[in-house]
C-alpha cells in the first residue's frame, strides 16, 4: 500500500508540473557602423519591439522560453548596447546613445537587431530673410550711339588738343600723304575702340607739345586685362613658348584652391567668425562671406550643408559649379555639376583631383596620374583623409600603380584611417600588380568585414581559381543582404553565386541566384546581369555536375529553356542530357539554324529511331561530329560498309569494327585488329557471347604431312603447341574467322530462313 500511495503521488505531480523551459541564448557582433544582436527563435515565435527611448524591451510571444545572456558582450564593447537583462520572455536593451535599431527576420527562427550610430548632428544654417527686389538698374546705352557722341566729343576737343603755338614758319610746307593716311587709320581704330567701349574720350588731360594722346597710367595693375600688352621679356622662361590659356570650362576653377584652404582642426572658430560677417548692411548676405563659409563647410566634409549654402543665395556665386560638384562628391550624388567638374582634369588645382573622384575617363588619369598625386598632396589634410581612399581606387583602376602608391602612403601616415582600410587599398595594389595571392595574404591578415573588403576578397578568390572558406561566403551572403538596397550589395550576392558555382555547390548557387531576383527591380541592366549569373551556373552544372545532380536540377527547375542561355551554354548541356538519354529536353534546347545545333538535333532524331531525318539535319557538314553521327545513321539504316569506312576514318576503331563484322568486309577487320583472331576478341565485336570459345580449345590438333605414326609418335602438347594455321585459308582474310564455323553457320541460317519464307508465302498470301 505505501508503494502504491507513493507511485500515485508521483504521477501527480508529474501531471502538474510546468512544461521545461526553452532557453534561448543571443549573440552580437560588432560592424564599423552598427551592432548586430541575433536572437534564435523557435519558428513562429511572434515578437514586438519598443519604437523609441533608450530603455528598448523585446517582448516574445512565448511563456516557456528563458533567455540567456552569457554571449551578449564576448565580442562587443558597450559603444552602442550598454547592457542587456531578461524579464522572463523580455529582453530589455540599455543602449549608449539614441541609436535607431533596424529589426527584421532573416528567416524562420532567426530575429536580427541592428542598433546602428546615433545620427550625426547637423549644425542648423540660418537662411537670409526674404527681401524686396531692389529697382532694376538703368539701361546700357546703345554702343552705337555712344559710339556717335565720343566722336562727337572728340572732334570738338580738336582745338583743345593742338599744340602750343609756334612761330609761324618762313616757308609754306606741303602735307605729308603717308602721315594723313596713318592719321586717318589711327582715328578709325580710336573711334572703334570708343565705339565698342574700349576707350574713353579724357579730354581733360594736359598733353605736350609732341604726343597726341596721354601714356599708360603708371600702375598697369589697373589697366584692364584686354587693354595689357606684354613682350616675350615678360615672361618668365624668355626661350619657352608661352603658357596655353586654360581651357573655356575652366573658368572660376580657381576658386576651389581658395574656398578649401582653410585648416578645420579649429571649426568653430572660422566658423563663427564667418556667419558673423555673414550678413551686412541691409540685412543681405554678403556673397564672398556667403562662398567662403560653403568652402569652410567643404573642406570639413559637409557637402549638404555647403550646397544649402550655395542654393540660398540670391545671385550666383564664383566658382558655383565647381563648389556643386565638389559637394555632390561629398554626398555621392549624381548631377550636372559633378559631370562639369569630371570635365575639368586639365584645370590644375583641387578640381583636377576632384574631376577624378567625379567620374573623368581613365585614360585622361593615366596620363596626368603624377600631377595628380602631387595636387592630392596640397591639398588640406582633412580633404586627404576624406577624399584619399577613393582617389587611391580610382588610381588603381586606372592603371596608374605609382601614383596610388603616393596616395596610400600618405594615408598610412594619417591617425584617422583604419588599419582594415590602409590593408584594403594596399591589397588592390598588390592586386593590379599582379600579386594576387599577396593581396589574399593581406586581407586575411588585417582586413575588415565591410562591403569593399569583402567584395574584394571574393574578387581574389575568383581571380586565383583557389577555394574558399564556405562559412566566409555565408557570412558574405549574409552582408549582400543586408547591403542589397547600395550597389554593393548586389556585386557581392553576384560573386558568391560565381564561387558557388565554380566549387560544384550548384544547389546553394541556385538558391543564391533565386534569392539575388528577388531583390532587384525589373530593370534592363537587372535582367542582363541575372541572365548572365543564370548562364555561368548553368554551364558549370552541364560541365562539372554529376548525372544525378544535373538530372535532379532539370527536373526541378525550369530556368534552362531561358532563351537568354548563351549558344555554348545550352549545346553543353544538351550533350550531357542526350547521353543521360534525355532526349525531349536536349531537343528543347537545340533551336539553333546551323553548327553544333543541327549536330545535337540530329542526335536528338537517331535517339528518336529516325536515322533518316538525322541524315537530313546533317546535310553537307563535314564537322567531326556530324560525321560520327552520320555514321551511327547509316549504320541504323544498314549501310555498315560505309559506317565502318567512316568511323574508321574517324579513328573509332571499335565501332568501326562491329560494323566491318554486320557488313562482311573481313579484310577491312584484319586491318583494324591485326592479329585479334581468337574467340575471346570476336564476341565483344559482335556485341554478343557467340559460344564458340571452347570449341576453339577442343579443337583436335591436325597432323601435318609427314609426321610419324601416331603409334609411334608422342602425343601432342595441345597446351603450349598451338594448331599450326591452314595454308588454303591464308588466302581469303575471312576464312581464318570461319574456322569457328561462324561463317558457314550464318549462311546456312540464312539459306534456311529463305526456304521458309518461300514455304509460308502462299499461306501468307491466303
Same mark, same amino acid.
Not at 518 to 527: F, I
Not at 729 to 746: C, E, I, K, N, Y
Given at each position: ?21 526553452? *532557453? ?10 552598427? !551592432? ?24 516574445? @510571444? ?38 535607431? $535599431? ?27 530673410? =526674404?527681401? /524686396? ?39 609754306? /610746307?606741303?602735307? %605729308? ?34 604726343? +597726341? ?44 584652391? /581658395?574656398? $578649401? ?27 564672398? +562671406?556667403?562662398?567662403?563659409?560653403? &568652402? ?24 558655383? %559649379?565647381?563648389?556643386?560638384?565638389? =559637394? ?36 585622361? $588619369? ?92 571574393? #574578387? ?8 574558399? @572558406? ?7 551572403? &549574409? ?28 544547389? #546553394? ?25 543564370? @548562364? ?54 537545340? !533551336? ?9 538535333? =540530329? ?17 553537307? @557538314? ?30 573509332? /576503331? ?27 576478341? *570476336? ?5 554478343? #557471347? ?26 601432342? #602438347? !595441345? ?12 588466302? %581469303?582474310?575471312?576464312? +581464318? ?26 499461306? *501468307?498470301?491466303?
Amino acid at each position: 500500500m505505501a508503494l502504491r500511495h507513493a507511485l500515485a503521488s508521483a504521477v501527480c505531480l508529474l501531471l502538474g508540473a510546468p512544461a521545461a523551459a526553452q *532557453i534561448v541564448t543571443p549573440y552580437a557582433g560588432e560592424h564599423d557602423s552598427f !551592432t548586430r544582436l541575433v536572437v534564435p527563435l523557435p519558428p513562429g515565435t511572434g515578437w514586438s519591439l519598443d519604437p523609441d527611448g533608450r530603455t528598448r524591451r523585446l517582448t516574445l @510571444d512565448a511563456e516557456t522560453l528563458r533567455l540567456g545572456l552569457d554571449r551578449v558582450f564576448r565580442r562587443i564593447p558597450r559603444d552602442r548596447l550598454a547592457s542587456v537583462t531578461a524579464d522572463g520572455a523580455t529582453l530589455v536593451l540599455e543602449l549608449a546613445c539614441d541609436c535607431p $535599431i533596424r529589426a527584421w527576420e532573416e528567416r524562420p527562427g532567426m530575429l536580427i537587431l541592428d542598433i546602428s550610430d546615433a545620427p550625426a548632428q547637423v549644425p542648423e544654417v540660418s537662411l537670409p530673410p =526674404a527681401v /524686396t527686389p531692389r529697382p532694376a538698374l538703368p539701361r546700357r546705352p546703345d554702343p552705337l550711339a555712344a559710339a556717335r557722341a565720343a566722336g562727337a566729343a572728340l572732334a570738338r576737343s580738336r582745338p583743345a588738343l593742338a599744340v602750343a603755338p609756334t612761330p609761324a614758319p618762313t616757308e609754306p /610746307t606741303e602735307a %605729308d600723304e603717308a602721315l594723313q593716311r596713318l592719321g586717318q587709320d589711327l582715328g578709325a581704330t580710336l573711334s572703334t575702340a570708343l565705339g565698342q567701349g574700349l576707350l574713353d574720350p579724357a579730354v581733360e588731360a594736359p598733353v605736350s607739345a609732341t604726343q +597726341v594722346l596721354s601714356g599708360p597710367p603708371e600702375d598697369a595693375a589697373d589697366f584692364p586685362p584686354n587693354m595689357r600688352i606684354s613682350s616675350v621679356l615678360d615672361r618668365a622662361d624668355p626661350s619657352r613658348m608661352p603658357d596655353p590659356p586654360p581651357p573655356q570650362h575652366c573658368a572660376q576653377s580657381d576658386v576651389l584652391d /581658395t574656398v $578649401i584652404a582653410r585648416d578645420v582642426g579649429d571649426f568653430d572658430n572660422p566658423f563663427s567668425e564667418l556667419s558673423r560677417a555673414l550678413y551686412g548692411e541691409f540685412d543681405q548676405p554678403d556673397p564672398q +562671406v556667403l562662398r567662403n563659409l560653403a &568652402g569652410l563647410y567643404l573642406a570639413a566634409g559637409f557637402g549638404a550643408e555647403a550646397r544649402a549654402l550655395i542654393d540660398a543665395a540670391e545671385t550666383p556665386l564664383d566658382g558655383q %559649379d565647381f563648389l556643386l560638384g565638389m =559637394a555632390d562628391i561629398l554626398e555621392d550624388r549624381s548631377t550636372n555639376s559633378r559631370l562639369l567638374l569630371a570635365q575639368s582634369l586639365d584645370c590644375g588645382g583641387a578640381a583636377s583631383v576632384l574631376a577624378v573622384l567625379a567620374g573623368a575617363e581613365q585614360d585622361r $588619369i593615366r596620363e596626368q596620374a603624377d600631377s595628380i598625386a602631387l595636387r592630392f598632396l596640397n591639398l588640406p589634410d582633412s580633404l586627404q583623409d576624406i577624399f584619399g581612399l577613393d582617389l587611391a581606387t580610382a588610381l588603381i583602376e586606372a592603371g596608374a600603380i605609382d601614383a596610388a602608391r603616393v596616395v596610400a602612403e600618405r594615408l598610412q601616415r594619417s591617425p584617422w584611417i583604419p588599419a582594415a582600410q590602409i590593408a584594403l587599398i594596399e591589397a588592390r595594389l598588390d592586386q593590379a600588380r599582379g600579386l594576387p595571392r599577396d593581396a589574399i595574404a593581406r586581407l586575411d591578415h588585417a582586413g575588415g568585414t565591410d562591403p569593399d573588403t569583402v567584395t574584394t576578397r571574393l #574578387d581574389l578568390a575568383l581571380d586565383t581559381q583557389e577555394p574558399l @572558406d564556405p562559412g566566409y561566403l555565408a557570412q558574405a551572403e &549574409g552582408l549582400a543582404a543586408t547591403e542589397r538596397s547600395a550597389g554593393s550589395g548586389p556585386d557581392m550576392m553576384a560573386a558568391v553565386i560565381r564561387l558557388h558555382a565554380r566549387s560544384g555547390a550548384h544547389i #546553394d548557387a541556385f538558391a543564391a541566384l533565386d534569392r539575388l531576383e528577388t531583390w532587384m527591380p525589373e530593370t534592363g541592366e537587372n535582367r542582363r546581369m541575372i541572365a548572365d549569373l543564370r @548562364d555561368t551556373v548553368w554551364s558549370a552544372l552541364a560541365e562539372t555536375g554529376t548525372d544525378f545532380a544535373l538530372t535532379e536540377t532539370v527536373l526541378a527547375r525550369d530556368d534552362w529553356r531561358d532563351p537568354a542561355l548563351s549558344d555554348a551554354t545550352r549545346e553543353t548541356l544538351a550533350a550531357r542530357l542526350l547521353d543521360l538519354g534525355l532526349v525531349l529536353p536536349a531537343r528543347d534546347l537545340t !533551336t539553333g539554324p546551323a553548327g553544333q545545333a543541327r549536330v545535337l538535333q =540530329a542526335r536528338a532524331a537517331l535517339e528518336t529511331g529516325d536515322p533518316e531525318g538525322a541524315l537530313a539535319l546533317l546535310g553537307d @557538314d563535314d564537322s567531326a561530329s556530324a560525321a560520327q553521327v552520320r555514321a551511327a545513321a547509316m549504320d541504323r539504316l544498314g549501310d555498315h560498309a560505309a559506317a565502318a569506312r567512316a568511323f574508321a576514318e574517324l579513328g573509332i /576503331t571499335d565501332a568501326a569494327l562491329r560494323a566491318a563484322i554486320l557488313a562482311g568486309d573481313w579484310r577491312r577487320v584484319e586491318e583494324l585488329s591485326p592479329g585479334q583472331t581468337d574467340a575471346a576478341t *570476336i564476341g565483344p565485336l559482335l556485341g554478343r #557471347d557467340p559460344g564458340h570459345a571452347e570449341i576453339v580449345l577442343q579443337q583436335e590438333t591436325t597432323a601435318p604431312a609427314g609426321a610419324p605414326d601416331s603409334d609411334t609418335a608422342p602425343p601432342p #602438347d !595441345t597446351e603450349s603447341d598451338p594448331p599450326a594455321p591452314d595454308a588454303s585459308l591464308a588466302a %581469303d582474310p575471312g576464312a +581464318v574467322f570461319d574456322r569457328l564455323g561462324l561463317v558457314q553457320r550464318s549462311s546456312t541460317l540464312l539459306s534456311e530462313s529463305a526456304r521458309l519464307r518461300e514455304a509460308l508465302a502462299p499461306l *501468307i498470301t491466303e
